[in-house]
């Protein structure tokens, strides 16, 4: 079946970026007995004064354009500095951390309050660190180049005849494993080599969230395409913010991000990074 998708197309809207600051309201932080529990001073802070946020190592859009976390253009960073802005914290007073996507979900200690990436909730993460409410939950999609094997497959069945790459450490991994029940996949470091072996002809399809599939399609590998779209894995909440375990920091800016959430924030920035209307295909079984 057909469906009508509002889509994720930031790569086709870089122009300009989302005006944010001019509706979120300064923080009025409430000195409470506990002292400065509360402020941009907390000292439950990872550096009282700052809000310290992890993040991918190179970034890429639409999550972060220009590989510049700090230039405050994408969907992502767009929300850390409209989160920043609800807690009372001057942009320059976010400051970014790099890492790759397997230090941010492992456990132990993490050098800064809290990581954007891309991170889906899941109830195994859950055992070992922390998260936040859910922000998005983007739809997954299969990418390949024209002539694949699963180009005009209408079913799991369809597509179980096809190689398939997939990304380590990621849920797209469960997707391929649990929900296609697809057993030989090919595993990567790291997104960029499944696309250079979808690009050599290594693998047929990946699959990977819609934004990401949009800007692969646009940027990374253009002759490739969506070739459909795939039902929600329910093991897989959607993207949250991630926190050492147990950080006491978590309850504080949960409510700065449900402020922002029933402002309209984060639908703002979804209809500036995005947004693009097209029909796909949609394999349900």
């Known amino acids: 079946m057909v469906r009508k998708f509002i889509m994720l197309a930031a790569v086709l809207l870089m122009l300009g970026s989302l005006a944010f600051a001019a509706g979120a309201r300064e923080a009025a932080p409430v000195v409470t007995d506990e002292g400065l529990y509360g402020t941009t001073m907390d000292p439950r802070l990872f550096t009282p004064g700052k809000l310290t946020v992890g993040t991918g190592d190179p970034v890429y859009p639409p999550?972060?354009?220009?590989?510049?976390?700090?230039?405050?253009?994408?969907?992502?960073?767009?929300?850390?500095?409209?989160?920043?802005?609800?807690?009372?914290?001057?942009?320059?007073?976010?400051?970014?951390?790099?890492?790759?996507?397997?230090?941010?979900?492992?456990?132990?200690?993490?050098?800064?309050?809290?990581?954007?990436?891309?991170?889906?909730?899941?109830?195994?993460?859950?055992?070992?660190?922390?998260?936040?409410?859910?922000?998005?939950?983007?739809?997954?999609?299969?990418?390949?180049?024209?002539?694949?094997?699963?180009?005009?497959?209408?079913?799991?069945?369809?597509?179980?005849?096809?190689?398939?790459?997939?990304?380590?450490?990621?849920?797209?991994?469960?997707?391929?494993?649990?929900?296609?029940?697809?057993?030989?996949?090919?595993?990567?470091?790291?997104?960029?080599?499944?696309?250079?072996?979808?690009?050599?002809?290594f693998i047929d399809a990946t699959v990977v969230s819609l934004p990401v599939a949009l800007y692969v399609t646009a940027v990374q590998v253009p002759q490739a395409k969506i070739t459909a779209l795939l039902p929600p894995d329910m093991n897989d909440r959607g993207h949250g913010l991630l926190f050492q375990k147990d950080n006491p920091l978590v309850e504080w800016i949960d409510e700065a991000l449900t402020a922002i959430i029933e402002r309209g924030v984060i639908e703002d920035l979804i209809g500036t990074y995005l947004v693009a209307d097209v029909n796909i295909v949609e394999i349900n079984q």
Not at 85 to 92: L, N, Q, R, S, V
Not at 170 to 199: H, K, M, P, S, W
Request: net charge negative; glycine share 10%; charged share 15%.
């Open 63 to 201: 999550w972060m354009l220009n590989n510049d976390p700090a230039g405050g253009e994408g969907f992502e960073n767009g929300i850390v500095y409209a989160l920043a802005a609800e807690m009372g914290f001057a942009h320059e007073d976010v400051v970014w951390v790099g890492q790759t996507f397997d230090q941010a979900i492992a456990p132990g200690a993490k050098p800064y309050d809290f990581a954007i990436q891309q991170i889906s909730v899941t109830e195994a993460r859950s055992q070992i660190v922390t998260f936040s409410q859910v922000y998005f939950q983007p739809d997954k999609a299969v990418v390949a180049l024209p002539g694949s094997a699963v180009e005009g497959a209408a079913s799991f069945a369809d597509l179980r005849k096809a190689n398939w790459g997939v990304t380590i450490g990621t849920t797209d991994l469960d997707y391929l494993e649990n929900i296609l029940e697809i057993r030989n996949a090919a595993v990567f470091d790291d997104q960029i080599g499944t696309f250079q072996a979808l690009q050599g002809g």
